[in-house]
């Protein structure tokens, strides 16, 4: 609920438009006054084959290609508007509920009717694609490529409390993968979801994990 909000050290605004955020941000401020606000946008910067992490393709060869669909997330229509917007044709179009978690059997299916229609790729988004088995069926990599478009983030408005938010943190355990952050408005990993709300069109709360409520 928003009065959670006054809970929160940091808020992102996802999805943000430079200067069309200020009624959500007075709305934020009923809440809490204190809070560093960041405005962000995510961005697919590159298509990532799922099944071979050497096959990284530019978004431009969505450009008149006939793709299959596959997502379960909250907002379907987003993520298909924006492969529209890259230039692909939607041939097939897969929409499970919001965290669906796929199963093996589900892929081979929907990878057979892709294969049917002879599409070129079958695209997936991020969240879901990193979720997939490791494998789909007997075969080492699927019949039809899937790929799902990266994503980063880049901060508009907000950047020095951004940093500030990453200074804070607790180091990564010994072994986790580098993290990859925004420099100077420069897109970078998502962030670590503790001690900050989100928000996009609405408001959600996450509370602060000790560590970093607590540190200088």
């Given at each position: 609920p928003p009065p959670n909000l006054r809970r929160a050290n940091f808020i992102l605004i996802t999805k943000a438009l430079p200067g069309e955020s200020r009624a959500l941000i007075e709305r934020i401020r009923e809440y809490n006054r204190t809070a560093d606000i960041v405005e962000c946008?995510?961005?697919?910067?590159?298509?990532?084959?799922?099944?071979?992490p050497a096959d990284a393709r530019p978004l431009s060869d969505l450009r008149d290609k006939y793709?299959?669909?596959?997502?379960?997330?909250?907002?379907?229509?987003s993520f298909e508007d924006?492969?529209?917007?890259?230039?692909?044709?939607?041939?097939?179009?897969?929409?499970?509920?919001?965290?669906h978690r796929f199963r093996g059997q589900e892929l081979q299916d929907f990878v057979a009717r892709c294969a049917l229609r002879d599409?070129?790729?079958?695209?997936?988004?991020?969240?879901?694609?990193?979720?997939?088995?490791?494998?789909?069926?007997?075969?080492e990599k699927p019949a039809v490529p899937m790929y799902f478009p990266r994503g980063e983030?880049?901060?508009?408005a907000g950047q020095e409390h951004w940093d500030r938010l990453i200074r804070r943190l607790p180091p990564p355990p010994p072994g986790a993968a580098p993290a990859r952050v925004p420099v100077h408005g420069r897109p970078?990993?998502?962030?670590?979801?503790?001690?900050?709300?989100?928000?996009?069109?609405?408001?959600?709360?996450?509370?602060?994990?000790?560590?970093?409520?607590?540190?200088?």
């Open positions: 946008v995510h961005k697919p910067v590159h298509l990532q084959n799922i099944y071979d793709l299959g669909v596959l997502s379960g997330i909250a907002r379907p229509e924006t492969l529209r917007k890259l230039g692909a044709n939607l041939v097939i179009a897969s929409r499970f509920a919001d965290h599409t070129d790729f079958i695209v997936t988004t991020e969240k879901d694609g990193v979720r997939f088995p490791s494998r789909i069926g007997s075969a983030i880049e901060i508009i970078g990993c998502h962030p670590r979801r503790g001690g900050v709300a989100r928000t996009a069109g609405g408001v959600r709360h996450s509370p602060p994990p000790r560590s970093a409520t607590h540190a200088p």
